[in-house]
């Protein structure tokens, strides 16, 4: 057990973030996948290190960035569950939307 888990969508996320870097480079696609992957292991024995975030859907999430990517996660649950890897400059509401549609 890893003590995390993905959201099927947030998995898909983390494809689209390395399909859209590795069109320039390779390396940091890579790279960057792996720095999400241990921004989120690093996460399990301390849950809270995210910055909570009320004002997404309707129970409570947490925050944590890697490089533009802010990674969404419900640190209630156990395992931790990954809810979604998004860009930063997206639109606000637009992230909320697509949250609100992961809610299971």
Same mark, same amino acid.
């Given at each position: 057990m890893t003590g995390y888990d993905f959201h099927p969508e947030a998995r898909h996320d983390l494809d689209e973030i390395w399909e859209f870097i590795r069109i320039k480079d390779l390396a940091a696609a890579d790279r960057v996948i792996g720095e999400v992957l241990a921004r989120v292991h690093a996460l399990t024995p301390f849950p809270y290190q995210g910055h909570r975030r009320v004002d997404l859907p309707n129970r409570p999430l947490r925050v944590v960035r890697v490089g533009d &990517?802010? *990674?969404? &996660? =419900?640190?209630?649950?156990?395992p931790i569950r990954v809810i979604a890897a998004l860009h930063g400059h997206r639109n606000p509401r637009?992230? =909320? =939307? *697509?949250l609100r549609g992961r809610e299971s």
């Open positions: &990517y802010p *990674i969404v &996660y =419900a640190s209630e649950e156990n637009k992230m =909320a =939307a *697509i």
